[in-house]
């Protein structure tokens, strides 16, 4: 039983747990914690998400979670690394993206086309406390990648 368990942890740090930095110090930093947790680093890689090869990278691990905080700021492309993410993970992926909550109201076109090829699930307010650190209100949005929209109702906590 023990050894199953050693086994499986190993199987998830090695073979499903993944991790793209563009930042080159955030990158190291990353990094550093994952060994220092002995996670490993074996699937941290140092690339732009906005790009062809972050896509093709992205699709080449048939990833089926995603849990990211890409940065708020449009000038690094904030919606551009969400569209690419859900475009690339794997048939219907779960992907949770922290986001400050006016982000996508305020690209209201970009993502009413997202929503023709994949579903936003639900939106989860998160405290104040964060807010303070983040410089903006955040949720958590979560989508079902290459699930459309359509009439399907959006759940709000």
């Keep these: 039983m023990i050894n199953e368990q050693i086994s499986q942890k190993y199987a998830i740090q090695n073979e499903r747990l993944f991790g793209i930095e563009f930042d080159k110090e955030l990158f190291t930093l990353a990094c550093a914690n994952m060994l220092i947790h002995k996670d490993g680093k074996t699937n941290l890689t140092q690339m732009d998400t906005r790009t062809k090869e972050a896509c093709e990278w992205i699709k080449s691990k048939n990833i089926t979670r995603v849990l990211m905080n890409p940065p708020f700021e449009n000038k690094y492309g904030c919606l551009d690394i969400v569209k690419n993410v859900l ?50 209100q955040t949720s958590i949005f979560i989508f079902k990648a290459h699930e459309p929209q359509r009439d399907n109702k959006i759940f709000a906590c």
Excluded: S, Y
């Design 87 to 136: 475009d690339n993970v794997a048939e219907d992926a779960i992907c949770g993206f922290i986001l400050p909550d006016t982000k996508l109201e305020i690209a209201r076109k970009k993502v009413e086309k997202w929503l023709l090829k994949h579903r936003l699930l639900q939106i989860i307010k998160l405290p104040d406390i964060f807010a303070g650190m983040a410089g903006n």
